[in-house]
Structure formats: C-alpha cells, structure tokens
C-alpha cells in the first residue's frame, strides 16, 4: 500500500458584492437619512467543482448577532444595545418565500425591502436601521443556523462559542458524505462537500463605525470553516493484473477524537480564524465494514469511502510501516482488510506515520482548523512469483569397458 500526499484548501478569499440602501428622510436633518443595515456572506475557499467562496453553496441561512455602542440614557459612559440575536439571514435567489426568512404565506423580500429586486442577495426580516449615534457596532454569524442554537455568544466576546463541556457537540453523528444513501451504501466517484449536519463555519468578528460610507454598503462577512476534513480513496494498484476478484472488507480509522466545544483563541487582527479553538474529548472510529469490488464488472476503484468532518487535532507516532496487529497503535490508527480470492489480508498503519514518515515516534501529526486532508489508498500486494531451474546430472564415476 502506498502513502498519499495531503492536499490542504483553506485559503480565505473576499469578493465585492452589491448592495443597496432603504433610506428613510430624518425630521431633523435631510442628510442624516437612516439606511437599511444588510449584509453580505462568503466563505473559505474550497474545492466544490470550481472554487468557490459562495457560502450558499455550503448553507443558505446563518445566524447573525450584533450590538451597537451608545452613550447610556442616564448617567456617563456607553453601554451596548442588541441589534440581532442569533437573526437568520437567507438567501434568495427570487421574490418568493424562503424557508426561514419570510416563510409564512405570501411573504416575500419585496414586501419589506425596498431593493429587494436585487437577486440573489441575503435579506432578513423586521430590517435594522443605523444609528448615526452610535459609536460603533459588532457583528458575530454563525452557519448553520439554528433555531434553538447550541452556540451563545454576548457583547465584547472575540468570537462565537459552540456547545460547553457539560454539552459537548458529538462529531460522531456526522455524516460520511463519500457514502450513498443505497442500501447498502456505496462509495462516491466525487467529493460532495455540502450536505453535512454541522459544516461549522465562523464569521471574523465585525467591529464597525456607523459613517456615510459604511452604512451605504452591505456588512461583509467572511466565514471559515473551524472543523477539519478527512478524505480516503481506494484504488486498484495498476500492477495488478490478476484475474481473481480484488475486494476491499473493511477500512477503519480508529480513536478519532469524538466531542468537542469551541472558544475562539485568538485575535482577528493577527490571525483571523486560523486558531484551533476546539477542546475535545473521547474516541470513535469510522468504520466502513460492507465489501466493495475493485475489479469486478460494478467495482468502485478510484472511489472516496471517506469523506467526513471531523475535529482538528493532533496524530501521535507510535510505529512507522505496516503493523500485524493495532497492539502498538495506541493513538489514531488505519486499519484495512482486503481479499484476493479466498486468501484474506489484514494491514495496520499509524495515522500520523501516513501522513508524514519523517516523524520521529512520538512525533505529532496536527490535521487543522479549516483544512482538508487527502489521503489514497493503493491496495494490491505483489504477486508470488515462481522461477525455476534445474541442478545439472552429477558424474560420480566414469567407467569403460572393452568388448572383445
């Protein structure tokens, strides 16, 4: 079996967008029109067909909370006032209902939003306007949007935090997206990449001043991804040319880390979203048990089995090459069962040895927040084969005899 190169597709891009204003005249000054606070969302790029950094291509509904900055009423000092809580913004490709936003009978964009004939774009209900009083804003977005959200997140925080140790998020229950819904499943030809329970994804945090200039544009967010991604394909070594079935039973990856909470590390100034703000806990292994041909007529050679969110965290080197048996794979393992014919093989390889044979043992392998990892599995063991050749008659004794 060959090791793979990891690819990683976490690059952050920012595009422009369009934007419009809802302006309302001020009875004290003309000039001192009220716009419509709206917004704008992309994503980390990633791979999907073409590059994308749409993120209606991953979740066509986030979250969004903000607060603005005010002088208190009574007294000295500021003091800040919600503006969104946990607000669901959708986006619309038409004047028609949505599925979060405007979803009751009849509703639409247009019915609110002044240049809502501007599609596709995000709109939210009940729109916010902004105060020229305040002395600033922030905003925090999270994807996917929930109703009743297991994330929370208050004035002044860095970032939006997800779950808490006494509710860890279980990544367990994620999807394998490499896998069909057929009965059984069987392996995809392409990488997916949108259709996961909880792709999570973060915007930076907003800090904004309410001036002309920015109230007559969009707020632009931009979301990253804070969980990892794990891909394995399984093909055929081009080497094997025989004849009886090559089928793979099993492939596992073991004591993968199980549940986590976020609480973002860092500062947007220095390091954006690339921070690890994830605390984990517990193992659970993908486990992939139901056996697929890689030569016969239906086979899935150069297919993905794999292609699943999982935390950021680190791979510990216990042993280099193949192993026997997982007896000294004590951290995260790959373990795989094939069969040619009747005769059954059975492989071990440590996780982190995989992806770098440099590491010394006890070496550590950091998948990252963000990033995906591509691993391909060659599988076919090379042939037995027989040469021969024939030791020459050995002369013991040369006689002769005379016949008269």
């Not at 809802?22 to 791979?47: I, R």
């Not at 019915?111 to 600033?136: L, V």
């Not at 793979?248 to 004591?255: E, H, M, Q």
């Not at 935390?311 to 997982?326: D, E, L, R």
Request: aromatic share 14%.
């Amino acid at each position: 079996m060959k090791k793979s190169y990891l690819i990683i597709a976490a690059a952050a891009a920012l595009l422009t967008s369009c934007y419009g204003s809802d302006t309302v005249q001020g009875a004290a000054d003309e000039q001192q029109a009220e716009q419509a606070l709206s917004f704008s969302a992309y994503a980390d790029k990633v791979t999907r067909g073409t590059n994308s950094t749409a993120l209606n291509d991953f979740y066509t509904v986030f979250g969004v909370y903000g607060w603005k900055t005010v002088a208190k009423t009574e007294g000295t000092g500021t003091e800040e006032k919600p503006v969104f809580d946990n607000t669901p913004n959708e986006y619309f490709m038409t004047n028609a209902s949505g599925k979060v936003v405007y979803d009751a009978d009849g509703e639409n964009p247009e019915m609110e939003w002044s240049f809502a004939n501007m599609y596709p774009a995000w709109y939210y209900e009940s729109i916010r306007y902004w105060d020229k009083m305040a002395t600033s804003y922030q905003f925090f977005a999270i994807a996917p949007y929930e109703a009743n959200p297991t994330y929370t997140v208050k004035a002044g925080d860095k970032n939006i935090a997800i779950a808490s140790t006494s509710a860890p998020y279980d990544i367990e229950t994620e999807k394998n997206l490499a896998m069909t819904t057929a009965t059984p499943a069987v392996p995809q030809a392409n990488l997916i990449y949108s259709g996961f329970n909880k792709d999570y994804m973060i915007a930076e945090k907003k800090v904004v001043t309410p001036t002309g200039a920015v109230t007559a544009q969009d707020v632009q967010l931009i979301f990253h991804h804070i969980l990892s991604k794990l891909n394995v394909q399984i093909k055929k070594d081009p080497d094997y040319k025989g004849q009886q079935e090559l089928k793979v039973n099993i492939l596992k990856i073991a004591n993968l880390k199980k549940t986590g909470y976020f609480e973002y590390k860092g500062t947007n100034a220095t390091d954006g979203m690339a921070v690890n703000g994830w605390t984990t806990n517990g193992k659970y292994d993908i486990n992939i048990t139901t056996p697929y041909s890689l030569t016969a007529t239906t086979n899935y050679n150069e297919y993905y089995w794999v292609e699943n969110l999982i935390f950021p965290q680190s791979a510990q080197k216990k042993a280099a090459g193949a192993q026997p048996t997982a007896q000294d794979l004590s951290d995260i393992y790959l373990y795989i069962q094939y069969q040619i014919g009747d005769e059954v093989y059975n492989a071990y390889y440590d996780f982190a040895d995989i992806w770098d044979s440099t590491l010394a043992i006890d070496g550590k392998f950091e998948f990252k927040q963000g990033s995906q990892y591509n691993l391909t599995l060659t599988v076919g063991p090379k042939p037995i084969h027989f040469d021969a050749e024939v030791f020459e008659w050995t002369t013991e004794n040369a006689g002769s005899v005379t016949i008269d």
